[in-house]
């Protein structure tokens, strides 16, 4: 048993990928990710990893110090799942809950790629559903929201993607000049908990009962069956 520690845990089902990711929230130090890449297994999977992990690193519930938990835009069912849980768990007051902004937290791990001397700024492309995607962008020089997330379609994001740009996501816009920074294509989430940490340091949490999923479109509901 590991005494006296204080870990942040990730949570990240907002896209295909269902994880989770521990740190130190002292130092922040890596401990652990887990990743699940089969889709639609998020509500299935997600408690199992966690308790997979916790015991892996022989660690309690009472080790955890905070929640970090990627709040969307997304999969309107992942974001549901990943943003209830958090909230279950603190609900006693005893967990911090920090509810990560998806975007802030991709932008954050793509600063180290980035030359802020040519590039100017970073859009981030989501794939919604259908012909649909979130999108935002941020100034490169000072980390600030140049647009709210948005629902957009295809020919909405490429429009006014110059060489001044730098794109990351999941979606490949080939009739622009913007430039592609493989490195991200997804958030992870080693992503959220490294911007989870900085809003621990920063005091940024939320409350169980005021914790929101981050949804930024209209739910459409599918037939099953139905391409989406």
Same mark, same amino acid.
């Given at each position: ?33 887990? =990743?699940? *890449? ?12 966690? $308790? ?5 690193? &022989? ?9 970090? !938990? ?8 992942? !974001? $549901? ?18 509810? !990560? ?34 999108? &935002? ?18 020919? &909405?994001?490429?429009?006014? =993607?110059?060489?001044?740009? !730098? ?12 430039? $592609? ?15 989870? =940490? ?17 949804? *930024? ?12």
């Amino acid at each position: 048993m590991i005494q006296n520690s204080s870990y942040l845990l990730a949570i990240e089902t907002v896209g295909k990928v269902c994880g989770i990711a521990i740190i130190d929230a002292k130092n922040g130090n890596p401990q652990l990710e887990y =990743l699940i *890449h089969v889709p639609n297994m998020h509500d299935a999977m997600l408690a199992e990893l966690i $308790r997979r992990a916790m015991n892996d690193l &022989q660690i309690q519930p009472e080790h955890i110090q905070a929640i970090a !938990v990627s709040e969307g835009p997304g999969s309107f069912t992942g !974001v $549901r799942i990943g943003m209830s849980f958090a909230k279950g768990w603190c609900a006693d007051g005893k967990t911090a809950l920090i509810s !990560v902004p998806t975007f802030h937290a991709m932008f954050y791990a793509a600063k180290d790629f980035l030359n802020i001397e040519s590039d100017s700024s970073l859009s981030i492309i989501m794939k919604s559903h259908a012909d649909s995607y979130f999108m &935002q962008t941020f100034d490169i020089a000072t980390g600030k929201e140049k647009t709210a997330i948005a629902s957009v379609s295809f020919e &909405q994001a490429a429009k006014g =993607l110059d060489d001044s740009h !730098v794109l990351i996501g999941d979606i490949h816009i080939s009739d622009c000049n913007a430039r $592609r920074l493989h490195h991200i294509s997804a958030s992870h989430p080693t992503f959220i908990a490294k911007y989870g =940490l900085k809003m621990l340091q920063e005091e940024n949490f939320v409350s169980p009962h005021d914790a929101d999923p981050g949804y *930024h479109a209209e739910f459409i509901p599918t037939i099953k069956g139905q391409k989406s």
